[in-house]
């Protein structure tokens, strides 16, 4: 484990460790030792979601269970995890066997993955929960601004009527064109309109039909 490298990883993340030896078991692979991170892998990844899904829930008080749990998953996923350990050079500081540096696990996604989860687990046990917020909303700064807004979580259909709301114009009116298919595999034809304007899509369900059909019109028309 490079010394240098451990010392600019606990500045980039803008902790110091009171036990260090808190941090060089987050970053030891199973690879090089009994005494590994699986174990703070674990405490971290439910860490993580608490954090991430507390923001989310004071963020969109109008969401759905499901469009949080969309957006969480985003954040959270190992893809995302792996960029931002990544960023942090974390590769460099981790310890692993030889058989994992000779195939080039400081760079495989799962482990930078498992280490970042890892280090939140750390953090959390070295400086409490308040430490271990931080840390993760410090590191998920541009994640988050990144997101979509409020009202672009809004399902198509809701989206489009506020619209035609907000310039007093008629609701839109939904027809089923067709259906086709058994009854456990259908497939349904929308039309939406609304004045002059329609837009025709299809769905595995008549919803889905809706929305997507929504979604079009929606487009079209303030476009």
């Given at each position: 484990m490079n010394a240098a490298a451990v010392t600019r990883l606990c500045a980039a993340l803008g902790y110091t460790f009171q036990r260090p030896e808190r941090l060089e078991e987050?970053?030891?692979?199973?690879?090089a030792s009994a005494h590994n991170n699986e174990r703070l892998e674990f405490l971290g990844d439910a860490l993580l979601n608490l954090v991430v899904a507390e923001v989310l829930y004071q963020r969109y008080p109008q969401a759905s269970e499901g469009e949080l749990s969309r957006l969480r998953s985003s954040l959270v996923k190992g893809e995302t995890l792996a960029r931002l350990a990544r960023e942090l050079k974390l590769g460099e500081s981790l310890r692993l066997g030889q058989g994992e540096l000779k195939s080039g696990g400081s760079r495989r996604e799962s482990i930078l993955s498992d280490?970042?989860?890892?280090i939140i687990g750390a953090v959390y046990l070295d400086g409490g929960l308040t430490a271990c917020r931080d840390l993760i909303l410090n590191l998920y700064q541009e994640s988050l601004a990144g997101l979509a807004s409020a009202g672009e979580l809004k399902d198509p259909k809701t989206r489009l009527q506020e619209y035609l709301q907000?310039?007093?114009?008629?609701?839109?009116?939904?027809?089923?064109?067709?259906?086709?298919?058994?009854?456990?595999?259908?497939?349904?034809?929308?039309?939406?309109?609304?004045a002059e304007a329609r837009a025709v899509a299809a769905g595995s369900s008549r919803?889905?039909?809706?929305?997507?059909?929504?979604?079009?019109?929606?487009?079209?028309?303030?476009?």
């Open positions: 987050a970053l030891t692979h199973r690879s280490a970042l989860e890892a907000a310039r007093q114009h008629p609701l839109p009116t939904y027809n089923v064109l067709e259906i086709h298919g058994e009854p456990h595999a259908q497939s349904f034809t929308v039309e939406c309109a609304v919803r889905r039909a809706e929305q997507e059909a929504a979604r079009q019109l929606l487009e079209k028309i303030a476009s």
